[in-house]
T-cell receptor, first 115, second 114 residues
């Protein structure tokens, strides 16, 4: 596709339920990033992938959060036993390579609301 | 560690007036610096980036930013605001080596008044 896509665009769930968020990066981009954007806050780094490996998981807020990437393409961010503080916009980005000066291209995000 | 401070969570300018959005960074090593724009219900879009070439960087939509090492600043400017510039703007910093995450500021919402 032309850009990064994410699904669903909106997700409302009940506290305690698990959710899966999907990211389709730009074709050929080897690096993929997940960020969280809480209301009125900047973007908070969660995790990044180089190929299918995740060298840096330092941003995951708790062990309820996990992510995987397959085929050096699609990535899934899973939040188990959701809490109200997980409510946020989850943004995915990809870049052609994992280098500091590379531009990251962002998807439109998934808005998660935990009731 | 790197950090970014954006002064002013909300800036309001008149159409045709100068736009100035402030960004100061903290980095123990030479940084790469980025400005992203986020329109309502859309993802972030890169406006411009500094990667240690020219200190004055020109971006899309008439925006530019100047890297000033002595002031640890990377302010975003546009000579004449347009209604379509109304959006959220984020400054971000990253180390110029190693695999470290992009660190974002909290953002500045720009309103343009007709």
């Amino acid at each position: 596709g032309a850009g990064v896509s994410q699904s669903p665009s909106n997700k409302v769930t009940e506290k305690g339920k698990d959710v899966e968020l999907r990211c389709d990066p730009i074709s050929g981009h080897t690096a993929l990033y997940w960020y969280r954007q809480r209301l009125g806050q900047g973007l908070e780094f969660l995790i990044y992938f180089q190929g299918n490996s995740a060298p840096d998981k330092s941003g995951l807020p708790s062990d309820r959060f996990s992510a995987e990437r397959t085929g050096e393409s699609v990535s899934t961010l899973t939040i188990q036993r959701t809490q109200q503080e997980d409510s946020a916009v989850y943004l995915c980005a990809s870049s052609q390579r994992e280098m500091s000066q590379e531009t990251q291209y962002f998807g439109p995000g998934t808005r998660l609301l935990v009731l | 560690a790197q950090s970014v401070t954006q002064l002013g969570s909300h800036v309001s300018v008149s159409e045709g007036a100068l736009v100035l959005l402030r960004c100061n960074y903290s980095s123990s090593v030479p940084p790469y610096l980025f400005w992203y724009v986020q329109y309502p219900n859309q993802g972030l879009q890169l406006l411009l980036k500094y990667t240690s070439a020219a200190t004055l960087v020109k971006g899309i939509n008439g925006f530019e930013a100047e890297f000033k090492k002595s002031e640890t600043s990377f302010h975003l400017t546009k000579p004449s605001a347009h209604m379509s510039d109304a959006a959220e703007y984020f400054c971000a910093v990253r180390r110029n080596s190693g695999n470290t995450p992009l660190v974002f500021g909290k953002g500045t919402r720009l309103s343009v008044i007709a």
